[in-house]
């Protein structure tokens, strides 16, 4: 079975620094991964996804990760945080089953606290 | 366009009671899925739906959770007798035919259940 890993529950950055956001997954075939943003009081909104091609991938909101597969890694970079970006952030990974529809399964979710 | 709305979105009940929470899901949308966070945890798959059939409820819990799509349109998961342990925050997704890969799923912003 697939399973997610973000090892970090909170993280703290300032307004205009970098970000990079880890995840790890577990899947026997080639994984389909996703990054999900939660503001408060809102659902969960889709930041990007990646299922074949170029391992770099760009999402809304001036996001990209990258997927290396060498590593089971699927991390979430910004180049500079913006206070908006304050929320939680959820890694997937999708599978098929016998039936053939996807199934995703979701990390533990990291909070991403920006500091003026 | 309406997005996938979710009713109430907040519930408070006493252990032994009834809840029923309900879905919208964004129309023509024949996917429908049920996941569940418990405070800290991962967001949890429940149950899929494709139109008013459960493709997978692999992830419900226990007898007492019980989810209907009439129709094919809107879902309710009841929860029935509640427990302490049925506390989190349950959400809805719905995606067109093509799935989370293909296409997109929307989530609600979810229904918070405090059982107490």
């Known amino acids: 079975a697939q399973s997610v890993t973000q090892p970090d529950i909170h993280i703290t950055v300032s307004e205009g620094a970098s970000l990079e956001l880890r995840c790890n997954y577990s899947?026997?075939?080639?994984?389909?991964l996703f990054w999900y943003v939660q503001s408060p009081g809102q659902g969960l909104q889709l930041l990007l996804k990646?299922?074949?091609?170029?391992?770099l991938v760009q999402g809304i909101k001036g996001f990209e990760a990258e997927f290396k597969r060498s590593q089971s890694s699927f991390n979430l970079r910004k180049p500079s945080v913006h206070w908006s970006d304050a929320a939680e952030y959820f890694c997937?990974?999708?599978?098929?089953?016998?039936?053939?529809?996807?199934?995703?399964?979701f990390g533990t979710g990291t909070k991403l606290q920006v500091i003026p | 366009e309406a997005g996938v709305t979710q009713f109430p979105s907040h519930s408070v009940i006493e252990k032994g009671q009834t809840v029923t929470l309900r879905c919208d899901p964004i129309?023509?949308?024949?996917?429908l899925y049920w996941y569940r966070r418990v405070m800290g945890k991962e967001i949890k798959f429940l149950l899929h739906?494709?139109?008013?059939?459960?493709?997978?409820e692999s992830g419900m819990p226990n007898n007492r959770f019980l989810a209907e799509r009439t129709g094919g349109t809107y879902s309710t998961l009841k929860v029935q007798p509640a427990e302490l342990e049925d506390s989190g925050v349950y959400f809805c997704?719905?995606?067109?035919?093509?799935?989370?890969?293909?296409?997109?799923?929307?989530f609600g912003q979810g229904t918070r259940l405090t059982v107490v």
């Open positions: 990646y299922f074949s091609g170029d391992t």
């Open positions: 129309s023509g949308h024949d996917n």
């Open positions: 739906f494709v139109k008013e059939s459960k493709q997978d």
């Open positions: 997704a719905s995606s067109q035919e093509g799935g989370w890969v293909f296409t997109e799923a929307f």
């Open positions: 899947y026997g075939a080639t994984p389909y």
């Open positions: 997937a990974v999708g599978s098929w089953d016998s039936g053939g529809y996807q199934k995703v399964t």
